[in-house]
């Protein structure tokens, strides 16, 4: 496999940010200090700045300082489905979270880069690309939130969180599958290889 570079925003200087950014509330800049935000090989630094932006926003509606020390991935479409595949995950889901590394891995088609996916994504879904950006951040949350693997359970969690409530947690009657292994694919650290 070949070597892999993640652009990590977080410590870039501020002179890239926009207005908007630099204005933010003291309160939102307190709540997203404890996530992470980094973008897969292949991101320009300049998308990846305005793609993160962009999650930050979604993010802002939730109660995320909840969440404690997170991390947040975009990965390219072009790499999203062999990713998905080689570590046995639904590669028609934008979307997927490894709750013992606390990290969150978003598919670059979210933020509307590749027509063709975001078609397939948008006919897949029923939901168009904010709704469904929306839609995956929420339901990783329920994962996050909740160190829950069930997904029926997040996509509950996640519908809530979209109404403006936040539920308390449910014990899982999913039991916690063995860990096989982890992929070692140079800053992608996913760690979700299940056993079938």
């Known amino acids: 496999m070949s070597c892999c570079l993640i652009v990590s925003v977080w410590m870039l ?17 307190a709540i997203l200090s404890s996530q992470e935000f980094h973008c897969h090989t292949g991101y320009s630094l300049a998308q990846c700045q ?7 926003k979604v993010l802002a509606h939730y109660p995320i300082e909840g969440l404690g020390q997170w991390t947040w991935v975009l990965v390219r479409s072009q790499d999203w489905k062999p990713i998905s595949q080689m570590l046995r ?4 889901s934008p979307a997927f979270t490894a709750l013992e590394p606390r990290e969150t891995f978003l598919e670059e088609a979210l933020f ?10 948008m006919e897949e879904w029923q939901r168009s690309m904010p709704k469904l950006l929306e839609l995956a951040v929420t339901h990783e ?9 069930n997904e029926a359970a997040a996509d509950h969690f996640g519908e809530e969180l979209r109404k403006g409530r936040l539920m308390r947690c449910r014990i899982s009657t999913e039991p916690r599958r063995k860990r096989v292994g982890t992929a070692d694919l140079r800053g992608l650290k996913p760690n979700a290889l299940r056993e079938p």
């Not at 002179?15 to 800049?29: C, K, L, M, V, Y």
């Not at 305005?50 to 930050?56: G, Q």
């Not at 995950?89 to 028609?92: A, F, H, I, T």
């Open 13 to 29: 200087p501020t002179t890239g940010q926009t207005a908007a950014e630099i204005a933010r509330p003291e309160t939102e800049r």
């Open 50 to 56: 305005k793609d993160i932006l962009e999650l930050k």
């Open 89 to 92: 995950l639904n590669p028609d």
């Open 112 to 121: 509307l880069h590749d027509p063709l996916r975001a078609a397939e994504l």
């Open 141 to 149: 949350l329920g994962h996050a939130f909740c160190e829950e693997p």
